[in-house]
């Protein structure tokens, strides 16, 4: 069975990227961590179909890290503890970073948020987290603390003519 269209046409590397030039051009705030080969932890803000997910697993192609993705949804404290001790153990014995990609982060409990504090405080992982809400609001003031965020737009009407031009192109 083959893939979705939209699974078909992801973009693979910043180059590829659609829309949030404000991050991803070449003076993007994301675009300058991403030259510099580091990257903090993060929070992407946006409407749904804005690209969250795709920049995350841009963003670790592009720094060449490890991506483990977890969704807020039907993950628990016992989950985020093995990916964190699992990321410390890898970067003890490989020094290749890892990436914990949180969709919907806005969903985890305080309990949730707190687990991550000392991976992200002791940089044992980078964190981009995921939301549609209003991070001031959903995200705990602690872990809100040791994220930049960075907020993405709708597309707009040629960001969307662009992607069926090249879904045109590319997989007919």
Partial sequence: MSKPLAERMRPQSLDEMVGQEQLTGPNGSLQRFIEQGRLP?????????????????????????????????????????????????????????????????HRFNKGQQDALLEAVEKGQISLIGATTENPSFAINNALLSRCLIFQLKALNSEDLKALIERALEKDI
Wanted: aromatic share 8%.
């Fill in 41 to 105: 932890s993060i929070i992407l803000w946006g409407p749904p179909g804005s690209g969250k997910t795709t920049l995350a697993h841009v963003i670790s192609k592009e720094l060449n890290m490890r991506y483990f993705a977890l969704s807020a949804i039907n993950t628990g404290v016992k989950e985020l503890r093995k990916v964190i001790i699992d990321a410390k153990d890898q970067g003890l014995f490989n020094q290749q970073e890892t990436l914990l990609f949180i969709d919907e982060i």
